[in-house]
């Protein structure tokens, strides 16, 4: 039997009784005063210009932190400028001493080297390989440096290749020793 059936059968209830109640009534005590709201006729009302949506800056907080961004992102390009000049000027006032002393350091030990005939050019063909992959390390060493990149790692990196060239060095000169005895 379903629910229908069985509200059917029961007593049947008046109109009164079959309505839904009333919802509560709120009754007014107290008159309505319109003291607390803005008079717009008062200075403390403000009106938006028509134009308000098309302009860039909306309001004097905006328009503060634009300017505050461009005086720090100019005060940052004068710094950068500054840094940039002063790393030149270390660059040309360092680089021209050292660059003289290297050249007369070499000199003076090529002029040795070269008296020993054919071992004085191997040794000569190895300091410049010496030389040559010191300056390529430094160089990409210098660069990671520059982006802030260098870290033990590549240090490490840096001096495992020179060891290994070292040693590779050590084997082949100790051959051509060895060679150069049987020759003799």
Do not use: C
Request: glycine share 12%; charged share 20%.
């Amino acid at each position: 039997m379903s629910y229908a059936e069985v509200a059917s059968k029961g007593p049947k209830q008046s109109p009164e009784e079959a309505a839904a109640p009333q919802p509560p009534q709120v009754q007014q005590t107290t008159a309505s005063s319109t003291g607390s709201l803005v008079d717009v006729d008062t200075p403390s009302v403000h009106t938006v210009p028509s134009d308000y949506a098309s302009q860039e800056v909306k309001t004097e907080t905006q328009a503060g932190r634009i300017e505050r961004e461009e005086v720090a992102q100019e005060e940052a390009e004068a710094r950068a400028h500054a840094e940039a000049d002063l790393a030149k000027k270390k660059a040309r006032g360092g680089a021209g001493a050292r660059a003289r002393r290297a050249e007369s350091w070499l000199a003076k030990h090529f002029e040795t080297v070269g008296e020993g005939g054919a071992a004085g050019a191997l040794a000569l063909a190895n300091i410049m390989a010496v030389v040559g992959l010191s300056g390529w390390l430094g160089f990409k060493a210098w660069g990671l440096y520059d982006r802030g990149t260098l870290g033990w790692k590549e240090a490490g990196i840096g001096l495992g290749v020179l060891g290994a060239v070292g040693v590779a060095e050590g084997f082949f000169l100790n051959y051509l020793s060895q060679t150069k005895g049987k020759q003799q």
